[in-house]
């Protein structure tokens, strides 16, 4: 007698189950999986970063796909794509004796070599803004030896690629200012308007490239060495001096001049009266009107 083979009720419930099962898995997969493919190929472009976008899953090459410009939000970048961030907004490179304020963390100053070789410290403050027609051809040539999409790596090519043509320059013009030419605000003026006529290029052919824009440069300190310092303060203590005389004299003779006037107003008609046409057409007196009868003004006796 052969074997009944159907599935027995029991067998069927299992089975669908199973089936069930399987399908509920299926449906969380790919509601966890699919969220998460979309959000790997895509990136958001912040507010004030350009974003580069290259090929990078491992069966292609590393070929530049497009520039995001700043502010654009989420976007597709591709699957396994890779994206680089540089800055949009103005930047700056500060040479700064003060600690937290430079590029460099504690204190810097440019050291520069004046006739006769006698040393002035300088602090200056770059502008400039990247190139975003050439943000393709700097990722390639310098972002990617220096990491500059980072803060670290953005660093460390500003150290080599900005302050190595700031530091020539300013050496180079030195060399025609004493050391006190150098310091005081004219020479300060001359020297930074001079560097900043040239240091455009000067970066450019550093960098063999016009990836930055400059805005503006300012030399904002310059002090001597020790020794130049307090020859400078005992000139200017000693121009003060001269100005204090000066303004002494000028009271001094003033003086006289009022009391010659008043001499000579005493021994003339008039008084008092007299005395004090004389000094107020001079502008030697200043007076006021009071009212009263009792009010006496008395000179001093004629030697």
């Known amino acids: 007698m052969p074997y009944d083979t159907a599935p027995t009720k029991s067998e069927k419930g299992i089975g669908m189950t ?123 040539m310098l972002g990617l030896k220096y990491g500059a999409w980072n803060d670290n790596g953005w660093d460390l090519m500003l150290e080599e690629q900005v302050r190595q043509p700031l530091e020539t320059a300013f050496q180079e013009e030195a060399k025609g200012y004493t050391n006190i030419q150098a310091c005081n605000e004219e020479g300060m003026t001359q020297m930074g308007d001079a560097v900043a006529a040239v240091i455009q290029s000067r970066i450019d052919n550093y960098m063999n490239g016009h990836y930055i824009q400059v805005l503006s440069l300012s030399l904002t300190k310059a002090t001597p060495d020790g020794t130049v310092q307090t020859e400078i303060e005992k000139i200017a203590a000693a121009k003060q001096a001269i100005e204090t005389a000066k303004n002494n004299l000028e009271a001094a003779k003033k003086t006289a001049e009022a009391n010659k006037i008043l001499q000579e107003s005493l021994k003339g008609e008039g008084g008092m009266t007299a005395i004090m046409q004389k000094a107020v057409e001079k502008g030697l007196v200043t007076f006021w009107v009071v009212n009263g009868q009792d009010l006496t003004v008395t000179g001093p006796t004629t030697p």
Request: net charge neutral; glycine share 8%.
């Open 18 to 140: 199973i089936f069930w099962f399987v399908v509920v898995v299926i449906i969380l997969g790919a509601i966890i999986t699919v969220p998460w493919v979309c959000a790997g190929n895509t990136a958001v472009s912040p507010m004030d970063k350009y974003t580069l976008v290259y090929q990078g899953g491992p069966l292609d090459g590393r070929s530049f796909i497009k520039m995001v410009p700043p502010g654009q939000g989420r976007f597709w970048k591709g699957n396994l794509n890779d994206t680089y961030e540089y800055p949009s907004t103005q930047r700056t490179y500060i040479i700064s004796m003060k600690e937290d304020v430079g590029d460099r963390p504690s204190a810097d100053q440019l050291i520069v070599n004046c006739i006769g070789g006698n040393k002035v410290y300088l602090e200056v403050a770059l502008a400039f803004k990247v190139v975003p027609d050439k943000l393709q051809q700097f990722h390639e």
